[in-house]
């Protein structure tokens, strides 16, 4: 084997990014934070950082998503925890000129969980907040002939690919539970999809489909009226991950 020359080859850094999605007031929110070094400093991005020389990339996303949510990554081989995410990688961004200081490569992780407390900036970030997905990826003007300002590097292109990554995935799949506590109700897993999606579903036929689809919804045997109204039942998630028939999206 010929001797390997590493000078030979021009140095890049990698990095994770995170597209953290949570349902705040049903809506669909996205954690960002305000930069508070250059470049782009004072302006809103997705949380991530760089890999470590000792770590993988899904230890990387699992650090930071602990440092910027306090929540751990949740293995759906083990038991789920109280403050366990749903995480995975989402696809990775590589264009030249994405990062003025140097070639930098992303790979975004996508990551899920119930409603977030408010968050905690850390890194160089020096202020963090949940924001409605719609506002940042369609920024409308803040005053009349000023624009409001968009988000930081390329991450306005990697949110909207995590959003349509959850968008789609709910169609087939059991992730929108999720988004859901450990026991939820069939309304509540109903405003995950409407806050998801953005539309208005039938109650009754929603109920029909997701109590229908066998593995989806187990019965928890217990019944709350933290929505109003009268005792709604109870359910989590069960042993299904794959919906069939799946949850089509309305067309809007």
């Given at each position: 084997?010929?001797?390997?020359?590493?000078?030979?080859?021009?140095?890049?850094?990698?990095?994770?990014?995170?597209?953290?999605?949570?349902?705040?007031?049903?809506?669909?929110?996205?954690?960002v934070v305000r930069r508070g070094e250059t470049p782009f400093q004072?302006?809103?991005?997705?949380?991530?950082?760089?890999?470590?020389?000792?770590?993988?990339?899904?230890?990387?996303?699992?650090?930071?998503?602990?440092?910027?949510?306090?929540?751990?990554?949740?293995?759906?081989?083990?038991?789920?925890?109280?403050?366990?995410?749903?995480?995975?990688?989402?696809?990775?961004?590589?264009?030249?000129?994405?990062?003025?200081?140097?070639?930098?490569?992303?790979?975004?992780?996508?990551?899920?969980?119930?409603?977030?407390?408010?968050?905690?900036?850390?890194g160089d970030a020096n202020s963090a907040r949940w924001a409605p997905?719609?506002?940042?990826?369609?920024?409308?003007?803040?005053?009349?002939?000023?624009?409001?300002?968009?988000?930081?590097?390329?991450?306005?292109?990697?949110?909207?690919?995590?959003?349509?990554?959850?968008?789609?995935?709910?169609?087939?799949?059991?992730?929108?539970?999720?988004?859901?506590?450990?026991?939820?109700?069939?309304?509540?897993?109903?405003?995950?999809?409407?806050?998801?999606?953005?539309?208005?579903?039938?109650?009754?036929?929603?109920?029909?489909?997701?109590?229908?689809?066998?593995?989806?919804?187990?019965?928890?045997?217990?019944?709350?009226?933290?929505?109003?109204?009268?005792?709604?039942?109870?359910?989590?998630?069960?042993?299904?991950?794959?919906?069939?028939?799946?949850?089509?999206?309305?067309?809007?």
């Open positions: 084997m010929p001797p390997y020359d590493p000078s030979t080859f021009p140095p890049f850094a990698v990095t994770v990014d995170l597209v953290v999605l949570t349902v705040r007031r049903h809506a669909l929110c996205a954690l004072g302006r809103w991005a997705l949380p991530g950082g760089f890999v470590r020389m000792d770590e993988d990339l899904g230890s990387a996303a699992a650090r930071e998503l602990v440092e910027e949510t306090g929540l751990c990554a949740h293995d759906p081989a083990k038991p789920a925890v109280g403050n366990g995410a749903h995480l995975e990688q989402l696809a990775t961004y590589g264009d030249p000129a994405r990062d003025p200081r140097m070639r930098v490569v992303s790979v975004a992780h996508l990551a899920l969980a119930p409603d977030l407390p408010a968050p905690r900036a850390g997905v719609e506002d940042l990826l369609h920024p409308g003007t803040r005053r009349e002939g000023e624009q409001a300002v968009p988000l930081a590097f390329d991450h306005a292109r990697i949110l909207a690919d995590g959003v349509e990554r959850a968008r789609s995935k709910i169609e087939y799949s059991s992730l929108a539970t999720a988004f859901c506590p450990p026991e939820f109700t069939v309304g509540e897993l109903r405003r995950v999809y409407e806050a998801v999606w953005g539309v208005v579903l039938d109650p009754r036929n929603f109920h029909r489909k997701v109590t229908g689809t066998p593995g989806f919804l187990v019965p928890s045997g217990g019944t709350t009226t933290r929505q109003g109204g009268r005792p709604a039942q109870l359910f989590r998630a069960g042993a299904a991950t794959v919906l069939n028939p799946p949850m089509l999206r309305p067309e809007v």
